[in-house]
């Protein structure tokens, strides 16, 4: 890819890596291409359809020398000017697609939303394909006879000429396709820097793209595709490709290293911005520190033993509150309460209904007035609760649907309201804590839901509001404590509909999300409830059995069987939820779309399947899609919203796990491996 002879054409730079935002390519030894991210359109492999956090080498792919992406699709060229893709338009297939339209190419650029492909010629003319994986297509060949070199400026693609002309076209077509259009006339060089495209003139002057256009820059020591790199890598780096949010560079010795996005594990580290399976969360805190895990919505929160808190994205990235003295935690998707010395109440948060125990807005801590005693706290979407030590139990906040425990509730029913008219609804709401009546004075835990609150006492479990029936297919509205189970209850969990109780003799029973979507399994009226099933683990890669029959029906709650025989945690969901095994094992069913089950993949589980990787858990806890477990030596989480910063979005180079290095030293023409200056 060299030219030589003429010092007015500057070097082909071979593209080692390149990259969409979402996905990453690069060249590894032997000319074989690696990538990873996001694989939902087959760009990361042929035949792969699922995100990739690990790079995959692409079968078949040897003696690459350049690599080019878009979108959905990639490529890779060769030496001997084939060019191989893979994307959307090839998922279903196991082998690129590969191609020779565009003639003897040395450098290629594809478009950054489409499958167009654009080749610069050894004579100096350049091609482009509207279609790849299109073997009807024809290649069109622009005005342009004299190319020196292609770059990309993000929905354009762009040729620098011999003349020093720099002319841009779009690539889809239409009356403007394929037309190039001069930018500037005079430049010597042109470059992609990550995601901008810059461009030097003959006096030395600079421009890169902004939404505005181009801007002139700084003057730039070295080759323009170093125009976003750090001063203190150039000597090292050798390649640099970034767009939306990531940038990856690579140098002297062939490592490659990304930095930014990684919600789909574009940084190729084995991590995405959430975790399938278990990994260390709160790091920097002394083991044995932490006595106290809480979860609510994406927060996940510590209690630390001198009763301080350590929260990762507290209530959307909010600051810390600098709560102290905290004795009892409760977190939702929208606020936060927490009981502290002397038995008062501290919320802080989203208070739109009043669920902070005032009116208004507010910035930090609330205390609530007229509690003094509380001894437990419980918060819903935008309701809270709190039960005093003599038993009382106290509601504010939203009640529409009955779950302030006041008697009141918005009495409509829905389904005969005309979508066209107007009606205007009195809200059932109020900032001034309510006390609920009907409820025995041994509250032993508060959970609430969305839309309901529970109280589990030595009578049995009082709920008000509105109430999944598992069963009755009618979800019943309780606008007072009503009693919904005689179980003896010691430990309640809730999140969005779903609530899990367990029992003194560690038997777990549960209503909403968590049960009703596995209720068609079972025949309540077949089913023998006093029978007691082997805990089965499932096949070796995780799988339950066809025929195994995890939930059985048992009262008004459903009775979770096919689990550990002795439970002593529970953790709920919105539409998940594990139990802590006795033996310090977690076990988990329901939804897995982005790893709640830690399991390692994302297939719901209908039955119960053991978390891997974790013995000697002391504490479990859940927010709406994400689990923590508690052990000796610290946290461990999974799901959405449990990475760490450098794993979610990371401001520093994370090296790429599995790649081995194409460039070397000895590869390099002398103004790529001398550093700048």
Same mark, same amino acid.
């Given at each position: 890819?060299?030219?030589?002879?003429?010092?007015?054409?500057?070097?082909?730079?071979?593209?080692?890596?390149?990259?969409?935002?979402?996905?990453?390519?690069?060249?590894?030894?032997?000319?074989?291409?690696?990538?990873?991210?996001?694989?939902?359109?087959?760009?990361?492999?042929?035949?792969?359809?699922?995100?990739?956090?690990?790079?995959?080498?692409?079968?078949?792919?040897?003696?690459?020398?350049?690599?080019?992406?878009?979108?959905?699709?990639?490529?890779?060229?060769?030496?001997?000017?084939?060019?191989?893709?893979?994307?959307?338009?090839?998922?279903?297939?196991?082998?690129?697609?590969?191609?020779?339209?565009?003639?003897?190419?040395?450098?290629?650029?594809?478009?950054?939303?489409?499958?167009?492909?654009?080749?610069?010629?050894?004579?100096?003319?350049?091609?482009?394909?509207?279609?790849?994986?299109?073997?009807?297509?024809?290649?069109?060949?622009?005005?342009?006879?004299?190319?020196?070199?292609?770059?990309?400026?993000?929905?354009?693609?762009?040729?620098?000429?011999?003349?020093?002309?720099?002319?841009?076209?779009?690539?889809?077509?239409?009356?403007?396709?394929?037309?190039?259009?001069?930018?500037?006339?005079?430049?010597?060089?042109?470059?992609?820097?990550?995601?901008?495209?810059?461009?030097?003139?003959?006096?030395?002057?600079?421009?890169?793209?902004?939404?505005?256009?181009?801007?002139?820059?700084?003057?730039?020591?070295?080759?323009?595709?170093?125009?976003?790199?750090?001063?203190?890598?150039?000597?090292?780096?050798?390649?640099?490709?970034?767009?939306?949010?990531?940038? *990856?560079?690579?140098?002297? $010795? !062939?490592?490659?290293? &990304?930095? @930014?996005? %990684?919600?789909? #594990? =574009? /940084? +190729?580290?084995?991590?995405?911005?959430?975790?399938?399976?278990?990994?260390?969360?709160?790091?920097?805190?002394?083991?044995?520190?932490?006595?106290?895990?809480?979860?609510?919505?994406?927060?996940?929160?510590?209690?630390?033993?001198?009763?301080?808190?350590?929260?990762?994205?507290?209530?959307?990235?909010?600051?810390?509150?600098?709560?102290?003295?905290?004795?009892?935690?409760?977190?939702?998707?929208?606020?936060? *309460?927490?009981?502290?010395? $002397? !038995?008062?109440?501290? &919320?802080? @948060?989203? %208070?739109?209904? #009043? =669920? /902070? +125990?005032?009116?208004?807005?507010?910035?930090?801590?609330?205390?609530?007035?007229?509690?003094?005693?509380?001894?437990?706290?419980?918060?819903?979407?935008?309701?809270?609760?709190?039960?005093?030590?003599?038993?009382?139990?106290?509601?504010?906040?939203?009640?529409?649907?009955?779950?302030?425990?006041?008697?009141?509730?918005?009495?409509?029913?829905?389904?005969?309201?005309?979508?066209?008219?107007?009606?205007?609804?009195?809200?059932?709401?109020?900032?001034?804590?309510?006390?609920?009546?009907?409820?025995?004075?041994?509250?032993?835990?508060?959970?609430?839901?969305?839309?309901?609150?529970?109280?589990?006492?030595?009578?049995?479990?009082?709920?008000?509001?509105?109430?999944?029936?598992?069963?009755?297919?009618?979800?019943?509205?309780?606008?007072?404590?009503?009693?919904?189970?005689?179980?003896?209850?010691?430990?309640?969990?809730?999140?969005?509909?779903?609530?899990?109780?367990?029992?003194?003799?560690?038997?777990?029973?549960?209503?909403?999300?968590?049960?009703?979507?596995?209720?068609?399994?079972?025949?309540?009226?077949?089913?023998?409830?006093?029978?007691?099933?082997?805990?089965?683990?499932?096949?070796?890669?995780?799988?339950?059995?066809?025929?195994?029959?995890?939930?059985?029906?048992?009262?008004?709650?459903?009775?979770?069987?096919?689990?550990?025989?002795?439970?002593?945690?529970?953790?709920?969901?919105?539409?998940?939820?594990?139990?802590?095994?006795?033996?310090?094992?977690?076990?988990?069913?329901?939804?897995?779309?982005?790893?709640?089950?830690?399991?390692?993949?994302?297939?719901?589980?209908?039955?119960?399947?053991?978390?891997?990787?974790?013995?000697?858990?002391?504490?479990?806890?859940?927010?709406?899609?994400?689990?923590?477990?508690?052990?000796?030596?610290?946290?461990?989480?999974?799901?959405?919203?449990?990475?760490?910063?450098?794993?979610?979005?990371?401001?520093?180079?994370?090296?790429?796990?599995?790649?081995?290095?194409?460039?070397?030293?000895?590869?390099?023409?002398?103004?790529?491996?001398?550093?700048?200056?």
């Amino acid at each position: 890819m060299t030219t030589a002879g003429d010092p007015d054409k500057p070097r082909l730079r071979p593209a080692t890596i390149a990259t969409s935002g979402d996905h990453v390519c690069a060249l590894v030894s032997g000319g074989e291409v690696a990538c990873w991210g996001a694989g939902h359109g087959g760009q990361v492999a042929p035949g792969v359809v699922e995100n990739q956090a690990r790079p995959i080498t692409i079968k078949g792919i040897k003696g690459a020398i350049a690599v080019s992406v878009g979108n959905r699709i990639s490529c890779a060229l060769h030496d001997d000017g084939e060019i191989a893709c893979w994307g959307s338009f090839t998922k279903k297939k196991t082998k690129p697609w590969r191609t020779r339209l565009l003639g003897d190419v040395v450098q290629m650029v594809t478009s950054d939303y489409g499958q167009e492909i654009c080749g610069l010629r050894r004579d100096g003319t350049v091609a482009c394909l509207n279609g790849a994986g299109d073997d009807k297509e024809s290649a069109r060949v622009l005005n342009i006879d004299d190319g020196k070199s292609l770059s990309r400026k993000g929905a354009e693609l762009c040729a620098l000429r011999a003349k020093k002309s720099l002319e841009c076209w779009k690539t889809r077509t239409g009356d403007s396709g394929y037309r190039p259009e001069s930018i500037a006339e005079g430049v010597v060089e042109a470059e992609n820097a990550g995601s901008v495209h810059c461009y030097r003139l003959e006096g030395g002057t600079q421009y890169c793209s902004t939404y505005k256009g181009y801007e002139a820059v700084a003057p730039i020591q070295g080759p323009l595709w170093r125009a976003k790199v750090p001063p203190e890598l150039w000597s090292e780096t050798v390649d640099h490709a970034g767009s939306y949010g990531l940038d *990856c560079i690579r140098d002297r $010795g !062939g490592a490659v290293k &990304c930095k @930014g996005t %990684n919600k789909v #594990g =574009q /940084l +190729g580290n084995g991590h995405t911005g959430y975790s399938p399976t278990p990994r260390s969360h709160f790091d920097g805190i002394e083991a044995g520190t932490i006595v106290g895990l809480e979860l609510g919505g994406s927060t996940s929160c510590a209690l630390l033993r001198e009763g301080e808190l350590r929260c990762a994205d507290l209530l959307y990235g909010w600051d810390d509150p600098g709560v102290a003295g905290v004795r009892s935690l409760s977190l939702s998707s929208s606020h936060a *309460c927490a009981v502290v010395g $002397g !038995g008062q109440l501290r &919320c802080w @948060g989203e %208070n739109y209904e #009043g =669920q /902070l +125990g005032v009116m208004g807005e507010f910035d930090g801590l609330v205390r609530v007035a007229g509690i003094s005693n509380a001894a437990r706290v419980g918060v819903g979407v935008d309701h809270s609760c709190a039960a005093r030590r003599d038993g009382v139990v106290l509601c504010w906040g939203n009640g529409d649907f009955g779950e302030l425990g006041d008697g009141r509730h918005v009495d409509m029913d829905f389904a005969d309201i005309d979508v066209d008219v107007d009606i205007d609804v009195e809200s059932v709401a109020s900032a001034t804590p309510l006390r609920v009546d009907h409820v025995p004075s041994t509250v032993n835990e508060l959970a609430l839901g969305e839309a309901f609150s529970c109280a589990a006492t030595e009578g049995g479990l009082y709920c008000w509001g509105l109430i999944a029936d598992a069963a009755g297919g009618v979800d019943p509205t309780y606008d007072t404590a009503t009693l919904v189970s005689s179980v003896d209850a010691g430990m309640i969990r809730a999140a969005g509909n779903s609530l899990c109780a367990l029992d003194a003799e560690g038997v777990v029973r549960c209503l909403g999300e968590v049960a009703i979507q596995h209720v068609g399994k079972v025949d309540p009226l077949e089913h023998d409830d006093s029978q007691e099933e082997d805990y089965d683990y499932g096949d070796e890669d995780g799988e339950e059995e066809e025929d195994a029959e995890p939930f059985a029906q048992g009262g008004p709650l459903w009775r979770i069987a096919g689990g550990p025989r002795k439970v002593t945690d529970i953790a709920v969901g919105e539409k998940h939820a594990c139990v802590l095994a006795a033996a310090g094992t977690v076990h988990c069913w329901g939804d897995n779309t982005i790893g709640e089950l830690g399991d390692g993949s994302s297939r719901q589980r209908e039955g119960l399947v053991q978390v891997p990787g974790l013995r000697g858990v002391l504490e479990i806890d859940a927010g709406d899609a994400h689990t923590c477990a508690r052990r000796a030596g610290g946290v461990s989480c999974w799901g959405r919203g449990t990475a760490p910063e450098e794993h979610r979005e990371s401001k520093i180079a994370v090296p790429v796990i599995g790649i081995t290095p194409y460039l070397t030293p000895g590869l390099l023409g002398e103004a790529e491996a001398a550093p700048a200056g």
